[in-house]
């Protein structure tokens, strides 16, 4: 089973930056697309950014998009997610996900039926 481990939560400031990592994967020649995920208290998770581990193609929400970056290390083995110019509506629990199924990186994570899952790190944005 595939344990994904996710870190880099805190609380900041509106106008923030905090950079999410999410802990290599027991076998990432398994894996194919990571994402992330989170789901602020009251409502509907959102599907916050893709990649694809393979040519690097990526999603963004439009919520999210032109202050957040996707990326991973160059051996593949650990995820990023660098969020700049936090918002008070940035607050939410973060998920990091993956799947060993091909993904274009051009959807959200959940179009993709993630496989691993881990528990998640806490964003708090204060304003």
């Known amino acids: 089973q595939v344990q994904l481990v996710e870190s880099g939560g805190g609380s900041v400031q509106a106008g923030g930056s905090l950079r999410l990592s999410c802990a290599p994967p027991g076998a990432t020649w398994r894996i194919n697309c990571m994402g992330w995920v989170r789901q602020a208290p009251g409502k509907e998770r959102e599907g916050v950014a893709t990649?694809?581990?393979?040519?690097?193609?990526?999603y963004y929400a439009d919520s999210v998009k032109g202050r957040f970056t996707i990326s991973q290390e160059n051996d593949k083995n650990t995820l990023y997610l660098q969020m700049r110019s936090l918002k008070p509506e940035d607050t939410a629990m973060y998920y990091c996900?993956?799947?060993?199924?091909?993904?274009?990186?051009?959807?959200?994570?959940?179009?993709?039926?993630?496989?691993?899952w881990g528990k998640g790190t806490l964003v708090t944005i204060s304003s």
């Open positions: 996900a993956a799947t060993s199924s091909y993904c274009s990186g051009s959807y959200p994570p959940d179009y993709y039926g993630m496989d691993y």
């Open positions: 990649i694809n581990t393979g040519g690097g193609s990526t």
